[in-house]
T-cell receptor, first 114, second 115 residues
Framework: ELKVEQNPLFLSMQEGKNYTIYCNYS?????LYWYRQDPGKSLESLFV?????AVKQEGRLMASLDTKARLSTLHITAAVHDLSATYFC??????????????FGQGTRLTINP | DSGVTQTPKHLITATGQRVTLRCSPR?????VYWYQQSLDQGLQFLIQ???????AKGNILERFSAQQFPDLHSELNLSSLELGDSALYFC??????????????FGSGTRLTVV
């Protein structure tokens, strides 16, 4: 069964610093998603990574995918308070043709302090 | 607005009761997925429907059932509710994977509190 593990689970950092969230998964997949969730809110799609070596950037966030290592990273550059949220990675698992599901990591609760 | 509509936003009910959560997918999306988010279990996949047919099942309890109607909206029925069923329930929709498109759109969720 596919397992998705994130680390760290909790991250407190200062504004202006850089940090990386790691997402490991246990079986082959060709699609990986990163989501942001604010407390009590819905899941906001940040990135969709479709192939080995894919790198996407949006503002201070950059995501990458290494399918051989089964590893994705979400890098935060020069963090600002507005990035405080919980970040989830999710692996798209094809169950059978026409049937699929997202398997989520545990989430990383990021707190950015002034 | 993501285009996926969930109602109600909040629901408070007593143990042993039955509730129905409703989801309207984004226009053009044929697949609907239900997820449960709780503090102890995280985000868990419950069930997928595609164009009215059940396609994939996760760790969905026997007390829970779902269906997708001809207009593509979906309902998740939770019965004999227990305190542990309190959670945030999300619906998501997508186009068919084998059409080569990607992406899931999540609704705003229904917060269920069982007292």
């Amino acid at each position: 069964e596919l397992k998705v593990e994130q680390n760290p689970l909790f991250l407190s950092m200062q504004e202006g610093k850089n940090y990386t969230i790691y997402c490991n998964y246990s079986t082959t997949s060709d699609r990986l998603y990163w989501y942001r969730q604010d407390p009590g809110k819905s899941l906001e799609s940040l990135f969709v990574l479709l192939s080995n070596g894919a790198v996407k950037q949006e503002g201070r966030l950059m995501a990458s995918l290494d399918t051989k290592a089964r590893l994705s990273t979400l890098h935060i550059t020069a963090a600002v308070h507005d990035l405080s949220a919980t970040y989830f990675c999710a692996v798209d698992m094809l169950v059978i043709q026409g049937a699929q599901k997202l398997v989520f990591g545990q989430g990383t609760r990021l707190t950015i302090n002034p | 607005d993501s285009g996926v509509t969930q109602t109600p936003k909040h629901l408070i009910t007593a143990t042993g009761q039955r509730v129905t959560l409703r989801c309207s997918p984004r226009s053009g999306d044929l697949s609907v997925y239900w997820y449960q988010q709780s503090l102890d279990q995280g985000l868990q996949f419950l069930i997928q429907y595609y164009n009215g047919e059940e396609r994939a099942k996760g760790n969905i309890l026997e007390r829970f059932s779902a269906q997708q109607f001809p207009d593509l909206h979906s309902e998740l029925n939770l019965s004999s509710l227990e305190l542990g069923d309190s959670a945030l329930y999300f619906c998501a929709s997508s186009v068919a994977r084998d059409r080569g498109e990607v992406g899931y759109t999540f609704g705003s969720g229904t917060r269920l509190t069982v007292v």
